[in-house]
Structures are given as structure tokens and as C-alpha cells.
């Protein structure tokens, strides 16, 4: 099957590590809560691997927090550095990792939530629907680029427009391993991201990743065991331990930190996302949302939404698994999104690139669709 559904999770794993994962469970113990040499290599695993996240983000290696996933690092961000009776202030993108949290805070009065329309055209006028608002914004939720269609926001300047004390929290799924992405340069407070996407690692493991110039500070959501401190009944103030209550996923991270030594920042993916883009627009019968207009390819990630008339998005996906592709149809956990793309009704059919991804396999593609 070629697989085309890399916005859910990369596929397949390298050998690397896939080995790395086993590896960690032969050899490593629970990471902080001893001193013998099986904790002593899981400790080794999980600071090495914090190391290279925090120089992948510039940060320091104490502001690099793991987590379950970019949801759970989300819903610490969000629910760690709420100003009750304050506005938090989101994009018309958001997926629900954002949106259901903000949700609960909402129904329980514990913040104000605006939304602000992104244009996927023009970012000048999607920073004129920011600015409007975010003079009255405590905090803000955004997303680096949508899930749906890959836009990528104009988070540099949106960050401008904000006052110096507003707290900012970017949602950088969809872009971590796909775009270098600086937090000090971007002057945001958090990046929350996945292990198990752009960057290639293992479903299970996430992190939230704070600037370290951020004079924040974030409220646990999970309190516990963090192996230090332990007469305490208070979770400790520094971080990372202030964030990382339980048993880490050592194996899990393991596979992470064997992915960053593969990572590679190429024209490869844009190029193929030109490709298939050219492609597509010349089909008659295929109507694309949100894609670039051409020689605008670069303000995407390679994520592209589409419909073909006279196909249910459900049902053309289902006949292309038939034939041998992996893609996803339906509203991707995104229903505001799909509203600002005017697909709300019907949803769509997503097809993401990544790395492993070829020519050949947009050719064959490209023969199908046309064809089916």
C-alpha cells in the first residue's frame, strides 16, 4: 500500500528505531528512581533525547517536557497557564486537542474564548482579523499549520501583534520535522509536539518545549511520583520534574532520540507537494481546499484536502484504500477548520506527504484519481 497519511503518524518506522525501542526495553530500567545501572541507562536515554529536543528548538534541555502526546502537552499548556476571567484567543484552524480543553474552560467560566478568521489566501488579512481581538487576549492558542490543508500561520508576526504579556502557545504538530522551528526567533512561550509525526518517532511520546527567556510558570495537570523530592508533597518547582509526574515512557523516547539522528531538513517533500499540486489542479473534476495557488507552495506543510464531484469524501477514500492507498477522509478532528474551508457539510479527502514518500508514488496516484 503507498501510503499517504503521514499528518496522522509517519509510516513506516526506520530500523533505527524500531531498534532503539527494543533495545530500551532490554536494557533499561525506570529513568530518575534509582541508582543501578538499569536506571542509570534510562536516565542516560531520556536526557540525550532531551538534549537533542531542546537543540532541535533552542532551548534548554530542563524546558524540553515529555509527555503522552502533543494532546497531553496541549492540555498542560492550556490548562497550566489559564488566567480565570481572562480571554484566551484562538484561530478558526484549531483541532479539538485545543478546542475541547478551551471548551471545558469556557462551560466552567474559567475563560473568555474568541476565535479569529484565518484567511488561507493572505496573511496580511489574517493579521488584520488577529489584531482586532488580540489587544483584549490573556493567553493565545494557535496552530503552526492546519491538519486539514497545511497552511502555515504567520506565527512571527500574529506574536507581534500580541501585548508582552500574553501568554502564547503554539501547537506545532503538523510542522515539527517539516520546518526548522526556533522558539527564541518565534518568541513564543510554548511548542507542544508529537513524537510520532514530522519528526518520525513512535506513537505514545510527545513534548511540551518552553522558551527559555519565558518567565511562565506552568501549573501541573498530573501530580506524582517524579523520584526527587519525595518527602514532599508538593511537586517541585523546577522543571522539568515539575511537569513529569509518573513512570516516563523510556522506550517510547528512546525511539525518539533515534529518530532526531536521522532527521534531515530537505527540498525533498516541497518538491514532491509542487508535484502533486501541478497534478491535481489540472484534473477537471477535482476541487482542492485551501491548497496554494501556484508559486505559493512553501506557505504550506505537504497537506493537501480535495474532493472529487460525484464522490462522498467517505466513499472515494474507501475506494482508493481499494486500490492501494492509505489516505483519510472525514472532518480530521477539525470541525472550525473545515467550517473556514467550506467543507463542513461534506468533509474531504486528506492526502500528507512525508519523508519516505516518491515520484513514482504521486504518478500512480495521479493515475488513479484521474481514472476511479
Do not use: W
Not at 500580541?162 to 513564543?188: M, P, W
Request: charged letters at 20%; aromatic letters at 6%; one cysteine or more.
Amino acid at each position: 500500500m503507498i501510503y499517504f497519511d503521514n499528518a496522522a503518524t509517519s509510516f513506516p518506522k526506520s530500523k533505527n528505531v524500531i531498534n532503539a525501542i527494543s533495545e530500551a526495553m532490554r536494557c533499561c530500567g525506570n529513568s530518575g528512581r534509582s541508582g543501578h545501572k538499569y536506571a542509570l541507562k534510562a536516565a542516560e536515554t531520556v536526557y540525550n533525547c532531551r538534549k537533542k529536543m531542546a537543540s532541535l528548538f533552542n532551548t534548554r534541555p530542563e524546558c524540553v517536557i515529555f509527555t503522552s502526546s502533543a494532546t497531553e502537552a496541549l492540555n498542560i499548556a492550556i490548562k497550566g497557564t489559564n488566567n480565570p476571567g481572562g480571554v484566551t484567543l484562538v484561530s478558526s484552524m484549531e483541532h479539538n486537542s485545543v478546542m475541547r480543553p478551551l471548551n471545558t474552560l469556557r462551560r466552567n467560566g474559567q475563560t473568555v474564548l474568541r476565535q479569529f478568521l484565518v484567511d488561507v489566501k493572505h496573511d496580511h488579512i489574517t493579521c488584520e482579523n488577529f489584531s482586532t481581538v488580540s489587544n483584549s487576549a490573556t493567553n493565545v492558542v494557535i496552530t503552526h499549520a492546519s491538519n486539514v490543508c497545511g497552511r502555515i500561520l504567520p506565527v512571527r508576526k500574529l506574536r507581534s501583534l500580541c501585548n508582552d504579556e500574553t501568554v502564547f502557545i503554539l501547537d506545532a504538530s503538523q510542522t515539527a520535522g517539516h520546518l526548522k522551528i526556533d522558539i527564541t526567533e518565534l518568541g513564543v512561550d510554548i511548542i507542544c509536539v508529537p513524537a510520532h509525526k514530522g519528526l518520525c518517532g513512535p506513537m505514545g511520546v510527545g513534548a511540551l518545549i518552553i522558551n527559555p527567556y519565558s518567565d511562565i510558570v506552568v501549573e501541573p495537570l498530573i501530580e506524582g511520583g517524579t523520584g526527587t523530592n519525595s518527602k514532599s508533597f508538593e511537586m517541585p518547582e523546577y522543571y522539568p520534574e515539575r511537569l513529569e509526574a509518573g513512570t516516563a515512557n523510556v522506550c517510547g523516547i528512546a525511539g525518539l532520540n533515534a529518530s532526531l539522528d536521522e532527521l534531515e531538513f530537505s527540498s525533498k517533500e516541497s518538491e514532491l507537494f509542487k508535484y502533486l499540486l501541478s497534478g491535481m489542479r489540472d484534473m477537471v473534476n477535482i476541487t482542492l481546499h485551501g491548497a496554494p495557488e501556484e508559486g505559493n507552495e512553501s506557505d504550506h506543510v505537504p497537506v493537501l484536502l480535495f474532493n472529487k464531484e460525484g464522490y462522498d469524501s467517505e466513499i472515494l477514500c474507501d475506494e482508493m484504500s481499494k486500490k492501494g492507498f492509505a489516505l483519510r477522509a472525514g472532518f480530521h478532528c477539525a470541525p472550525n477548520a473545515h467550517i473556514t474551508l467550506g467543507t463542513s457539510e461534506i468533509g474531504g479527502v486528506r492526502l500528507s506527504l512525508g519523508k519516505g514518500n516518491t515520484r513514482r508514488e504521486i504518478d500512480r496516484f495521479l493515475n488513479v484519481i484521474s481514472e476511479i
